[in-house]
């Protein structure tokens, strides 16, 4: 009875061990040769977590996009996920603003922010979708990831996680190994030059540890077993204004321009634990280069290569003003005057 | 029901046994039949049922596709087969200045150079005008203004906010031309503060600037012609140089066919080569017939132009190359090709497990039983021999 309930139970164990994923290693990808720098810059910035006192994390990614855009991304090159509107919430005591500091002085919803991914948009499939390229035909341009071969992506995720997971809009959750495959397909497809990965959520760290693709940075606000801890109460709002990590990240890159020269290895060592509580973790190991030699502008801003022309090779031109074309059509008339019924000129006594 | 009578009680004891007997035969073939349905087809059907559907595809072919080619070390022109070519022409004084160009005729002057590349790509030209949208970071120096070569890379990301050049789904190939201030003339000046001589510069991938200043009698005569042969020459040398063209002579554009037709054919291959990875790591992941499809039309075009290319005829390699390479990226980029998110393999087993392991208990333990009666039948057999 007992070897038969032992050799039942193995057999399941069997089927089991099978299914499991099989993380093949592929380090041999980074012997193939990969380009030197990188043509353009993008950067994937989502919030996960809906309701009203998930404020923080609305601003926190907010606060980002402000400081990539300033940094020169442009908007084509943002995609911008956000769960919830702050702005318009019935709570909101200062409706249409959003803001990142008590003091209200800068309001991160202004009349220039793009949201390309509102509301119930923002699902594990349709992020995991943006980042394969695996969008349906109809898709607009704006909410296409069409990095390439020498896209350095930035991607920055807030919200509630987990222990190898993250929360998104209270109801489902995206696992480390999802993840770590998603930036695998990536890679495959040449879809990243680099890629700088921030999360700033409780045991963020978890989220990056399945990763086993190449030119992956990783930072996370907290290890596993950790929480990220938010920074201040706005009185007047009534909720958690910013994230502690987030909020001295942004700090450091107020102070970066587009042409500093700024090392990553300094970002990586903003908010150490007397200010943070929680330690960052940083995984840098997929790293090809040495985070010391990187800009912050690899990531954070826009720089594009330029080669001067030499010379003008002359090109005979066809015809100096070009024929063109206007379509005229005459309209055909198609009213003509009815006298009324009744003339009222004559009736009218 | 139990006879009382001792006669009565054998009798009813050999009856009692015959019934048991047949009793028990039928209670281990209802076990067996149990067995039979649960095991046997059950089983087997669950797994066909809840398997993850895959058309059959040419694994091993894909997998041979190794690119064995060297990478060139710049990055060269994105890898499309149409692009747009954007003309964007910048004047930040409209009210000063009239210029008298229109992107007709620019287009119409590009088309020669443009039906001459029509082989490896299809180009659509667009232009738009851009009013009051300045350059910056000028710098004075006496009487005109100098952009100095490594501020360069900061003018174009400021610029293309106002580009709009993404509303497409081809890559963009942007011919920026722009007109300063008439008191303002702009030049470009090199690292060694020498000023150059075509007053132009691009960035790969990206496109070219050029930068045209309206000489004093337009300027005082508010009217502007602007050189449409120096124009269009400028843009044909910028586009031939991202390109990576050395010249428009027939070699050059064989030359170029070539190149194309070899990248393209190493894209699908490492194309084929990574989807062909990935179904096999990702295990659940769908492959429906009309991506197989495209797979082994892909895999059968790039043999093809391969052969092609080996034996000198470009032209219908490069033909093949771009069909292999278009189903390729249909294959790869399918909407249905995402992994199974809410049902990977081990929830699988974990949602099916308390289902049938309840089921399947008492069947395996009730195997015992039969191989009991299996054994008592041969006795009885061996007895009455």
């Given at each position: 009875?007992?070897?038969?309930?032992?050799?039942?139970?193995?057999?399941?164990?069997?089927?089991?061990?099978?299914?499991?994923?099989?993380?093949?290693?592929?380090?041999?990808?980074?012997s193939?040769?990969?380009?030197k720098?990188h043509?353009?810059?993008?950067?994937?910035?989502?919030?996960?977590?809906?309701?009203w006192?998930?404020?923080?994390?609305?601003?926190?990614?907010?606060s980002?996009?402000?400081?990539?855009?300033?940094?020169?991304?442009?908007?084509?090159?943002?995609?911008?996920?956000?769960?919830?509107?702050?702005?318009?919430?019935?709570?909101?005591?200062r409706?249409?603003?959003?803001?990142?500091?008590?003091?209200?002085?800068?309001?991160?919803?202004?009349?220039?922010?793009?949201v390309?991914?509102?509301g119930?948009?923002?699902?594990?499939?349709?992020?995991?979708?943006?980042?394969?390229?695996?969008?349906?035909?109809?898709?607009?341009?704006?909410?296409?990831?069409?990095?390439?071969?020498?896209?350095?992506?930035?991607?920055?995720?807030t919200?509630?996680?987990?222990?190898?997971?993250?929360?998104?809009?209270?109801?489902?959750?995206?696992?480390?190994?999802?993840?770590?495959?998603?930036l695998?397909q990536?890679?495959?497809?040449?879809?990243?030059?680099?890629?700088?990965?921030?999360?700033?959520?409780?045991?963020?760290a978890?989220?990056?540890?399945?990763?086993?693709?190449?030119?992956?940075?990783?930072?996370?606000?907290?290890?596993?077993?950790?929480?990220?801890?938010?920074h201040?109460?706005?009185?007047?709002?009534?909720?958690?204004?910013?994230?502690?990590?987030?909020?001295?990240?942004?700090?450091?890159?107020e102070?970066?321009?587009?042409?500093?020269?700024?090392?990553?290895?300094?970002?990586?060592k903003?908010?150490?634990?007397?200010?943070?509580?929680?330690?960052?973790?940083?995984r840098?190991?997929?790293?090809?280069?040495?985070?010391?030699?990187?800009?912050?502008?690899?990531?954070?801003?826009?720089?594009?290569?330029?080669?001067?022309?030499?010379?003008?090779?002359?090109?005979?031109?066809?015809?100096?003003?070009?024929?063109?074309?206007?379509?005229?059509?005459?309209?055909?008339?198609?009213?003509?005057y009815?006298?009324?019924?009744?003339?009222?000129?004559?009736i009218?006594? | 029901?139990?006879?009382?009578?001792?006669?009565?009680?054998?009798?009813?004891?050999?009856?009692?046994?015959?019934?048991?007997?047949?009793?028990?035969?039928?209670?281990?073939?209802?076990?067996?039949?149990?067995?039979?349905?649960l095991?046997?087809?059950?089983?087997?059907?669950w797994?066909?049922?809840?398997?993850?559907?895959?058309?059959?595809?040419?694994?091993?072919?894909?997998?041979?596709?190794?690119?064995?080619?060297?990478?060139?070390?710049?990055?060269?022109?994105?890898?499309?087969?149409?692009?747009?070519?954007?003309i964007?022409?910048?004047?930040?004084?409209?009210?000063?200045?009239?210029?008298?160009?229109?992107?007709?005729?620019?287009?119409?002057?590009?088309?020669?150079?443009?039906?001459?590349?029509?082989?490896?790509?299809?180009?659509v030209?667009?232009?738009?005008?851009?009013?009051l949208?300045?350059?910056?970071?000028?710098r004075?120096?006496?009487?005109?203004?100098?952009?100095?070569?490594?501020?360069l890379?900061?003018?174009?990301?400021p610029?293309?906010t106002?580009l709009?050049?993404?509303?497409?789904?081809?890559?963009?190939?942007?011919?920026?031309?722009?007109?300063?201030?008439?008191?303002?003339?702009?030049?470009?000046?090199?690292?060694?503060?020498?000023?150059?001589?075509?007053?132009?510069?691009?960035?790969?991938?990206?496109?070219?600037?050029?930068?045209?200043n309206?000489?004093?009698?337009?300027?005082?005569?508010?009217?502007f012609q602007?050189?449409?042969?120096?124009?269009?020459?400028?843009?044909?040398?910028q586009?031939?140089?991202?390109?990576?063209?050395n010249?428009?002579?027939?070699?050059?554009?064989?030359?170029l066919?070539?190149?194309?037709?070899?990248?393209?054919?190493?894209?699908?291959?490492?194309?084929?080569?990574?989807?062909?990875?990935?179904?096999?790591?990702?295990?659940?992941?769908?492959?429906?017939d009309?991506?197989?499809e495209?797979?082994?039309?892909?895999?059968?075009?790039?043999?093809?132009?391969?052969?092609?290319?080996?034996?000198?005829?470009?032209?219908?390699?490069?033909?093949?190359?771009?069909?292999?390479?278009?189903?390729?990226?249909?294959?790869?980029?399918?909407p249905?090709?995402l992994?199974?998110?809410?049902?990977?393999?081990?929830?699988?087993?974990?949602?099916?497990?308390?289902?049938?392991?309840?089921?399947?208990?008492?069947?395996?333990?009730?195997?015992?039983?039969?191989?009991?009666?299996?054994?008592?039948?041969?006795?009885?057999?061996?007895?009455?021999?």
């Open positions: 009875m007992f070897l038969r309930g032992t050799v039942l139970f193995s057999f399941l164990l069997l089927l089991f061990t099978n299914s499991c994923h099989s993380q093949a290693q592929n380090f041999n990808n980074f193939r040769k990969v380009r720098g043509t353009n810059n993008w950067a994937v910035l989502v919030d996960t977590s809906r309701f006192f998930n404020y923080r994390h609305v601003a926190n990614v907010l980002i996009y402000r400081s990539v855009k300033r940094l020169g991304i442009p908007d084509s090159q943002i995609i911008l996920m956000i769960a919830d509107d702050m702005a318009c919430n019935p709570r909101n005591p409706p249409a603003t959003v803001f990142n500091n008590a003091n209200q002085h800068i309001n991160v919803y202004g009349d220039d922010v793009e390309d991914y509102r119930y948009e923002v699902t594990v499939e349709n992020f995991v979708r943006l980042l394969t390229g695996r969008l349906p035909p109809g898709t607009p341009r704006s909410k296409q990831l069409l990095t390439d071969e020498g896209s350095n992506v930035l991607v920055y995720l919200g509630h996680g987990g222990d190898g997971f993250l929360k998104f809009q209270d109801s489902e959750e995206i696992t480390s190994q999802e993840m770590a495959d998603a695998e990536m890679w495959q497809k040449r879809r990243y030059h680099e890629t700088f990965f921030m999360i700033d959520t409780c045991q963020a978890s989220m990056y540890e399945r990763f086993y693709s190449p030119n992956i940075l990783a930072v996370g606000s907290s290890l596993v077993g950790e929480d990220s801890l938010s201040h109460v706005d009185p007047a709002i009534g909720v958690y204004i910013i994230d502690r990590y987030t909020y001295y990240a942004l700090e450091f890159l102070n970066v321009t587009p042409q500093s020269n700024n090392t990553m290895a300094n970002f990586l903003v908010c150490p634990p007397s200010v943070c509580i929680s330690t960052v973790g940083v840098s190991d997929l790293f090809r280069r040495d985070p010391e030699h990187v800009h912050i502008t690899d990531f954070f801003g826009s720089v594009r290569p330029i080669n001067l022309l030499p010379r003008v090779t002359n090109q005979k031109i066809v015809t100096r003003k070009s024929e063109t074309t206007v379509p005229v059509t005459t309209k055909p008339n198609k009213y003509r009815v006298p009324p019924l009744v003339n009222f000129d004559t009218a006594q | 029901m139990c006879a009382t009578d001792q006669s009565g009680n054998r009798k009813s004891e050999s009856y009692i046994n015959n019934e048991d007997e047949k009793e028990a035969d039928y209670r281990i073939y209802s076990v067996l039949s149990y067995f039979f349905v095991v046997i087809i059950g089983i087997p059907v797994w066909y049922t809840t398997r993850v559907y895959r058309a059959d595809l040419p694994i091993e072919e894909m997998y041979k596709l190794q690119s064995n080619r060297r990478i060139n070390k710049d990055f060269g022109i994105l890898l499309s087969l149409e692009y747009d070519i954007l964007s022409l910048v004047h930040p004084d409209p009210a000063g200045l009239d210029i008298d160009i229109k992107g007709e005729d620019i287009d119409v002057n590009l088309q020669p150079f443009l039906k001459l590349l029509s082989p490896i790509a299809n180009f030209v667009k232009s738009q005008w851009l009013y949208t300045e350059l910056g970071y000028q004075k120096n006496d009487d005109h203004y100098v952009l100095r070569e490594r501020q890379p900061h003018v174009i990301s610029l293309e106002k709009w050049s993404h509303l497409s789904p081809r890559p963009t190939l942007n011919l920026v031309l722009y007109f300063p201030h008439c008191s303002k003339p702009l030049y470009i000046h090199n690292s060694k503060n020498e000023r150059v001589e075509s007053n132009a510069f691009l960035s790969p991938r990206w496109g070219g600037i050029y930068i045209l309206p000489d004093k009698n337009s300027c005082e005569n508010k009217l602007p050189d449409l042969e120096r124009v269009v020459s400028t843009f044909v040398t586009l031939q140089s991202l390109f990576k063209m010249g428009i002579s027939k070699e050059d554009i064989r030359a066919k070539i190149s194309k037709a070899e990248e393209i054919v190493a894209s699908t291959r490492r194309t084929l080569n990574s989807l062909a990875r990935l179904l096999s790591e990702i295990n659940s992941i769908v492959i429906s009309e991506v197989g495209k797979i082994s039309i892909a895999v059968e075009n790039v043999n093809q132009a391969e052969n092609f290319l080996k034996s000198g005829d470009v032209d219908n390699g490069l033909k093949h190359a771009k069909i292999s390479y278009y189903y390729s990226e249909e294959a790869f980029s399918d249905s090709l992994a199974l998110l809410y049902f990977p393999q081990d929830q699988k087993y974990a949602v099916y497990i308390p289902l049938f392991l309840p089921i399947m208990l008492p069947v395996f333990m009730s195997l015992k039983l039969v191989k009991r009666w299996y054994a008592s039948r041969k006795l009885k057999k061996q007895k009455e021999e």
